[in-house]
């Protein structure tokens, strides 16, 4: 009984002694070491667009009766791609040709019953001239001299209503000229042409079909536009701004990296995904780029000279600004609350205030890790 007693506080003492090495004994903890020339990115997943898009039709419905584009091709501005049959149409132009041509005749009759008017009055102001002189010559009667006034005042009145029939005319003449300027100006809109320098994306009819005012016929895209639409974390979206470079790499090219310039930020955030939407240009992207193709962006916001950079995972409690921390101070781990600034594309943060002296910030903490608890200091993750 005695050997029992021995060999169970044995076993006692050596459990002890295990739980407390289990507890106790130091732990090995990675920690962050300060780095020099440290660039931050920030990491946004997009797609390949372009700035100048269209979707092109006509101005007025009509059967299609050709296309003169396919998807792929580049066409230039003012080329045609397609056409309406002009049939209808050329007949109203027609007809308001007959009725500019028919004002035209008719101006030229108000013109002669002007200058008739005219040449009468002149004849009727001479003859009335004539009798005033011979009525004070006594040579005439008064009575002839007013039938001669008389005469002068009506064909003065007659002057004035042919000079109006030939203002009407004229008036006509102008809204027969405007009206044959829309029917062509209508029969021009059967024809669909290029509005600028354009790549086809995609062509959405065929020859035959009847469209309506507005049916997109072509989808088009200027290629000097495109560029790369990134979402940005609104969390670290505040780091942004105009200008600054980034690298683009494309689903279809993962090895390739090309770069790019924050063109545009955009001024309202998507408000489901709290996310910024940010476009960038691209110097030296292929020349074959493919719209809605997934691109991946990493943009420089700037380059630290010296720095410590603490993996997200590391801190607990973080808002944004603030959170807390395991350091190794003195041989042991304690907590404590830092504050932090700009972020990377790596998940890390920057320390900006709150490491007390001495002290080295847990990168990767282990498990077990408690207040006081020994720590030995390991390689760097």
């Known amino acids: 009984m005695r050997r029992s007693w021995i060999l169970g506080a044995v076993a006692l003492v050596g459990l002890a002694a295990a739980g407390w090495f289990l507890t106790e004994r130091p732990l090995t903890v990675p920690v962050v070491a300060a780095e020099t020339g ?13 700035r100048v898009l269209s979707r092109v039709g006509f101005e007025v419905g009509a059967a299609l009766v050709s296309v003169s584009a396919d998807a792929g091709d580049a066409v230039k501005a003012g080329q045609e791609l397609a056409a309406l049959h002009p049939a209808e149409q050329e ?21 002669a019953a002007v200058a008739r008017a005219q040449a009468v009055l002149a004849q009727r102001i001479a003859a009335n001239d004539r009798q005033k002189e ?51 100006t209508l029969l021009a809109h059967h024809r669909l042409v290029a509005p600028y320098d354009a790549v086809v ?19 088009l895209i200027d290629p000097a536009t495109i560029w790369v639409q990134a979402f940005i974390d609104e969390e670290r979206a505040g780091q942004l701004a105009l200008g600054q470079e ?16 924050v063109a ?21 992207c292929p020349e074959a780029m493919f719209l809605g193709e997934q691109a991946e962006v990493r943009i420089l916001t700037g380059i630290r000279d010296n720095a410590l950079m603490v993996p997200e995972v590391a801190i607990t409690g973080f808002d ?15 907590r404590a609350e830092l504050t932090f600034g700009a972020r990377d594309d790596r998940g890390r943060v920057e320390v900006t205030g709150g490491l007390p002296e001495g002290a080295a910030i847990v990168a990767m903490p282990p498990k077990g890790a408690d207040e006081g608890r020994l720590a030995r200091i390991g390689d760097a993750p």
């Open 38 to 50: 440290v660039p931050l990115r920030l990491y946004g997943l997009g797609s390949v667009e372009a």
């Open 91 to 111: 007949a109203r132009v027609a007809r308001a040709q007959a009725a500019v041509a028919a004002n035209a005749a008719g101006q030229s009759k108000a013109d």
């Open 134 to 184: 011979l009525a004070r010559q006594d040579v005439a009667s008064v009575q002839r001299a007013e039938e001669a006034l008389r005469d002068e005042d009506v064909a003065r009145a007659e002057l004035a209503l042919a000079e109006a029939d030939l203002a009407v005319v004229r008036a006509q003449g102008a809204d027969a000229a405007a009206a044959l300027q829309l029917e062509q």
């Open 201 to 219: 994306v995609a062509r959405h009819v065929e020859p035959g079909t009847v469209v309506k005012a507005g049916d997109p016929i072509f989808t």
């Open 246 to 261: 980034g690298v683009i790499r494309l689903r279809s090219q993962p090895a390739a990296e090309f770069h790019g310039t």
């Open 264 to 284: 545009r930020i955009g001024l309202e955030s998507d408000r489901v995904n709290e996310e910024r939407r940010v476009w960038l240009t691209c110097s030296d």
């Open 320 to 334: 944004g600004f603030r959170g807390v921390v395991w350091l190794v101070q003195d041989g042991r781990l304690r």
